[in-house]
């Protein structure tokens, strides 16, 4: 599309969407029309972009900007432009599984943003229905099929393996803030961590996610699967790690969900088990990134928000059990979280 219509100050910075810019940013884009009147409202961004929702008409779009520093204490910063690369794998996941990643309407390469089709009104992401106490294995399970297909529809293909080769969004999202920090403040887990993050860098298999995480999922009558800022051609082995060590984190903060988030975490692998092979990756070697990413949540530049201080450290405690001896199973993975859970007696009574 053409112009923005708007520009970055005089000195050169770039421009920033807000809730009173959004509205003649878009429409400069034409995606919304000048005649009729339109409400922006901000959403929930996390810490890495500006999310803002827009209606006109009924008709509401989420036009999202890449952060180049991000809000954390740390200084964090990771270049905006992978918000192209975001609209580009939302497209290719579109193509893949039709209904499962919102629609892509516009992408601006100059200002780092994407537009994209909102949400129907109600639905809610998973990781806020989980922390309420509301657990649905059937949504895990559907997480680990859609996970499968694009892991293994994508697998050994050149052409895509050299449109998403970059990883430097990976890198500086997830690699260093998760993985190096941890070993620069945990010097006894840096070489078995320095492992994991060898062979991240060296596998090259397939289109990884890379946040794929409850608070990237939108549940209603369907779910959509959102945030693909940190897609690259990489190792398979990181999702699952990573949507299982929230389910691991949520399990120790919601005793009374305890059995019903253990399903979720079963229910999660063994879909994406049988629907990846002959692709999936060995489970020890997930459930040592698990550890290490656990561990990274609560001592990296990135700290989970909700755990009390007592779970922080039991937090830590089964990260550095899966980091250093990793189980071979789901079900002995749990076990390492009971064994190493203050007060699990009694932390198993309901199913949320």
Known sequence: MGGTG??????????????????????????????????????????SNVVLCATQRGRSVVVKQALERLRVEDDWRARPERAVTEAEALALAGGLTPGAVPEVIDVDERCCALTISAAPAGWRSWKDKLLS????????????????????????????????????????????????????RRP???????????????????????????????VG??????????????????????????????????????????SCAEDFWGAYERA????????????????ALMVARIEGKSPVEYLSAKEREDALRIGEALILQPPGG?????????AHTSNAQGRRGGTG
């Open 133 to 184: 106490g509301i657990v649905e294995p059937a949504v895990s399970a559907r997480l680990g099929e859609l996970l499968a297909v694009w892991h293994a529809t994508t697998a050994g293909d050149s052409k895509l393996a050299r449109a998403f080769a970059s990883s430097e969004a990976f890198e500086e999202l997830r690699v260093d803030p998760y993985y190096l920090t941890v070993a620069r």
């Open 6 to 47: 708007v520009k970055g100050g005089g000195d050169g910075s770039r421009f920033v969407l807000s809730p009173e810019n959004a509205g003649r940013y878009l429409v400069a884009r034409g995606v919304l029309d000048a005649l009729t009147p339109l409400e922006v409202r901000p959403l929930g961004g996390g810490i």
């Open 330 to 338: 789901i079900r002995e993975a749990l076990e390492v979280v009971d």
């Open 276 to 291: 990846s092979l002959p692709l999936r990756p060995d489970v020890a070697y997930v459930l040592a990134h698990v550890g």
């Open 188 to 218: 006894e887990l840096a070489g078995a961590v320095g492992e994991l993050v060898s062979r991240l860098r060296e596998t090259k298999v397939c289109l990884v996610h890379g946040d794929y995480s409850p608070k990237n999922v939108l």
């Open 221 to 262: 009558q369907a779910l959509w699967v959102i945030d693909f800022e940190v897609a690259h051609y990489g190792d398979p082995a990181f999702d699952p790690a990573f949507m299982l060590n929230h389910l691991f984190l949520k399990r120790l903060h919601l005793p009374g969900s305890a059995l019903a988030l253990e």
